[in-house]
């Protein structure tokens, strides 16, 4: 567990740079984490970012099929818009716990 | 984990030879896990595991209810085999299974396949195979790039960092 500024903004995140408290979360702390991924934030990326915070808020477990079928994106625009590892790379931009899924 | 950092998976080869759900769904996970962690993927079916490609198959897998040390009734009673030999059994057991992981929002096998390719994830079949079951090109699902040989199989897989997995 470690401090780190975003945005001005002092936020705790795991050792692999996940927010602690998606509750932190703003859409700057959001733009600086992908630049760190390598990402120039869109506004297609913060559909997607909004559609996964707003499921896992609920409670409700993430996975590449279900982002897939959201309506919001298609699995290959996903893997385009967060090249490599999209749940995982996803995830840390939008706040939350690193993913758990296998699916 | 300072081995991830000094010799990470990049590319995993994975041979599918049979045609059982738990056999035809390791695989899949395997590929379409590796995909999501941004590892190359690339799948090959053989033999009886042709069927998971197979059109008119892959959405028919059943598991094995005879010879299944494994299986157990609802509850976790022993399956006697010879419950396994009845008419419908086996078609009833593989339902129950697709059922169960449709919840864990595990998807059907072509679905699945459309995942794994949509994320640069690759599936080949054994021509071998392929000809020994007189199969052709249009038998099988859109999903598969191409038919190879063994040999065309060892040469996608040339590369550092490269595991090959026979499931």
């Known amino acids: 567990m470690a401090e780190k500024i975003y945005a001005g903004k002092s936020v705790s995140v795991t050792d692999d740079g996940y927010l602690t408290d998606a509750s932190q979360w703003t859409k700057e702390i959001a733009a600086e984490i992908a630049k760190e991924e390598g990402i120039d934030i869109t506004d297609k990326h913060y559909a997607v970012i909004d559609f996964i915070r707003e499921k896992t808020l609920k409670g409700e477990a993430l996975t590449i099929r279900s982002i897939g079928k959201s309506g919001v994106v298609d699995t290959k625009g996903f893997y385009d818009l967060f090249p490599g590892a999209p749940l995982k790379k996803a995830s840390r931009i939008a706040g939350i716990a690193k993913p758990s899924s296998c699916v | ?167």
């Open chain 2, 1 to 167: 984990m300072a081995n991830t950092i000094d010799h990470p998976v990049k590319k995993v080869m994975i041979i599918c030879a049979k045609a059982s759900i738990e056999d035809v769904y390791a695989a899949l996970v395997m590929a379409n896990g590796a995909v999501m962690e941004g590892i190359e993927a690339k799948v090959f079916f053989t033999f009886f595991g042709l069927d998971a490609i197979t059109k008119k198959q892959m959405k028919k897998l059943h598991t094995g209810t005879v010879g299944n040390p494994g299986m157990r009734m609802p509850g976790g009673l022993p399956f006697p085999t010879i419950l396994g030999m009845l008419p419908g059994v086996e078609a009833g057991v593989s339902a129950m299974m697709k059922s169960q992981m449709e919840k864990l929002d595990i998807p059907p096998v072509d679905e699945f396949l459309e995942l794994i390719t949509a994320g640069g994830g690759e599936i080949y079949a054994c021509k071998l195979a392929v000809e020994m079951f007189k199969l052709k090109k249009e038998d099988f699902s859109e999903h598969v790039k191409d038919i190879i040989t063994i040999g065309q199989f060892y040469e996608l897989a040339a590369g550092e960092g490269t595991q090959i997995i026979f499931t």
